[in-house]
């Protein structure tokens, strides 16, 4: 993909332009916002009050703490604390008064300065010795014309608070990465090794000169502004036309990666045609997919493929697969990816959706909606959900409402397919919209399990044996597979959902379906769960009526498939080894 550049190491300057390091500050405020304390001992005299009270008492000095923070550049000095990691720290004014639990402030804690309030990272000046430390960190990008051509240069930029022993602070600015455009070809500079020290371990180490590797893959990702980018600075460029700072003031909130995107417009230079006359927020939104893809890592120098796209039409309707009036409807609904994918692929199950289907879908907010298309009707479920909402919606006035459930495209699906193994018309309208959803789907579900075959026993033993393993438990709570059709019938009933059903399936291997129960109650239904073995991902996890999950239960879920992840490791005795258990090992 492009024409092999030569070496530009010595076109890109490593002095960052004029005007970086004020506009980094003002654009990049959060993330800089972190000042430094740096503390050391100090022996001060005396004078406490037993020391005042006491006439006979001679003069004594006690050891104190000698603090000074980078931002307000004064310091104070405060009293002595142990800390067990770090051997000493300090106490803050406020954990002085009272007489318990007094908390020392060591090296790493980030605490707000006694003198000026700010947010600082506190070290010791020990640490520090003749260097400094990092107390804030971020990366930024500046543009440039390079060489004859007018290439176009993406300069990298590392933006340290570096706060030294004194307690002084300085900004400094590291040339990091840099990449060079020409008309279709692109090279990477690197600015930094990977290093390695018995003490601190793998780190990275910048250098005092540019690297230019035969094989690279693009590494530095997104990107919020670009300093010194300007239409002038494009239009003269060897890229006139690639429209840049258009795709980086595009839809903001977005996630931008500029270095993808000129990649992408080099191979396609159509794209700019969907970016400025199409629908910007699809096209940022298709990059940024692919970008943070797990297999992006090993992208062959940032090629970028993007196949939803036509790339052998011209306009930018066709290239979207639309025609020019839905195009229309697209830019003034600003669709994102979800809204222009749905509408897409239901056109090619031969459903073409209005506008005001599409706002409908934007109403129910339900993420499983392209799950309807080849199904049903998708406009005219997403209307018979909205009904089925608008019929179980509490009164204004009830301050704390408590649904049994809400309806939802997952409930609807699962309607569908009890209703077609029992063998109902799901082409009479009564049957496949009926006029109370959850009862439906609960009468379906009771007769299902009346079908279920008591002859699954043996694999049910089989598969709670293969599934052992990922029994696991922490924070209260603990989670278990299924071991018999009568637990997957009783989970259902006391849930008011079908997973009875998905005895057979479950016994077959063909899913995996596991409880969720309070530690503390281990037999009282809760949350049900359905695994994909394959991917080892969650499927569903569905509580009573299929209500959605607790920030609690979801903590859970995701602790316990990193560690199944990693191979479900259990300690001597059993037991699960939580992650960071395994790294301490």
């Known amino acids: 993909m492009g024409a092999k550049m030569p070496d530009c190491r010595g076109l890109v300057p490593r002095t960052p332009p004029e005007g970086l390091r004020e506009w980094a500050v003002q654009n990049y405020s959060e993330e800089l916002d972190l000042g430094g304390l740096v503390y050391e001992v100090e022996y001060a005299e005396d004078y406490g009050l037993h020391q005042l009270l006491d006439e006979w008492a001679r003069p004594r000095k ?19 604390g142990e800390d067990a990691e770090h051997g000493y720290g300090f106490l803050l004014p406020e954990d002085v008064e009272g007489d318990y639990g007094h908390t020392v402030t060591a090296a790493g804690d980030e605490v707000n300065c006694p003198i000026c309030g700010h947010r600082v990272l506190v070290n010791k000046a020990a640490a520090v010795g003749r260097s400094y430390y990092v107390a804030a960190e971020c990366q930024v990008l500046s543009a440039s014309l390079v060489g004859e051509d007018n290439w176009l240069a993406l300069t990298g930029w590392t933006v340290q608070c570096r ?10 600015l590291i040339p990091a990465e840099a990449y060079v455009f020409s008309r279709d070809g692109c090279v990477q500079l690197m600015g ?34 670009v300093f010194g980018l300007t239409a002038e600075l494009v239009e003269h460029s060897c890229l006139p036309h690639c429209k840049l700072d258009v795709y980086m003031q595009t839809s903001f909130g977005a996630h ?12 396609r ?25 797990p297999g992006w890592e090993k992208n062959v120098r940032g090629r970028v493929e993007l196949p939803e796209m036509d790339w052998e039409e011209s306009r930018p309707a066709q290239m979207l697969r639309l025609t020019k009036e839905e195009l229309r409807l ?11 994918e749905l509408f897409v692929k239901a056109k ?28 049903g009707p998708v406009g005219k479920s997403i209307r018979y959900l909205l009904r089925q909402c608008e019929a179980l919606t509490v ?24 209703a077609g193994q029992l063998g109902m018309d799901l082409n009479d309208p009564a049957v496949r919209f009926p006029r109370d959803l959850l009862l439906a789907h609960d009468r379906a579900s009771e007769r299902m399990e009346e079908r279920a075959d008591a002859g699954l026993a043996p694999r049910f033993r089989l598969r709670r044996r293969l599934l052992q393993k990922y029994c696991f438990r922490a924070d209260g709570l603990l989670i278990r597979p299924a071991a018999s059709q009568r637990e997957l019938t009783e989970e259902g009933r006391a849930l008011c959902h079908c997973v009875g059903t998905y005895g057979k399936r479950h016994a077959a291997g063909e899913t995996a379906i596991f409880f969720i129960r309070r530690a503390a109650c281990p037999r009282k239904s809760w949350y049900t769960l359905e695994l994909d073995e394959k991917r080892l991902a969650v499927r569903q996890n569905r509580g009573m009526c299929n209500c959605a999950c607790t920030p609690e239960v979801n903590a859970f879920v995701t602790k316990w498939l990193a560690w199944v992840r990693a191979g479900s490791p259990r300690d001597a005795e059993g037991r699960p080894l939580i992650m960071a258990e395994v790294t301490a090992a």
Request: aromatic fraction near 12%; proline fraction near 4%; include cysteine.
């Open 269 to 293: 230079p159509r794209v700019e045609h969907v970016l400025v006359h199409g629908l910007p927020r699809v096209l940022l939104d298709l990059i940024a997919r692919e970008v943070k893809n």
């Open 348 to 375: 090619e199950y031969g459903e073409t959706l209005t506008g005001e289907d599409v706002r409908n879908v934007f109403r129910l907010g339900d993420d499983h909606t392209a799950e309807l298309i080849g199904r």
């Open 192 to 225: 930094w090794r990977s290093s390695y020290s018995g003490n601190a371990g793998y780190f990275i180490s910048y250098t005092r000169d540019w690297r230019q590797p035969e094989r690279w893959c693009e590494r530095w990702g997104e990107a919020k502004a």
């Open 395 to 418: 009164e204004e006035e009830d301050e704390d409402p408590d649904p049994m459930g809400v309806p939802d495209v997952q409930t609807l699906m699962d309607y569908w397919n009890m």
């Open 256 to 267: 931008r990666f500029p270095v993808a995107y000129l990649r992408l417009y080099q191979a």
């Open 330 to 340: 697209g830019r003034e609904q600003d669709w994102g990816l979800f809204l222009w």
């Open 62 to 80: 006690i050891k104190m703490v000698r603090v000074r923070c980078s931002v307000c550049g004064e310091s104070m000095l405060l009293n002595w």
């Open 163 to 172: 706060v030294f022993r004194s307690g002084s602070e300085r900004l400094e």
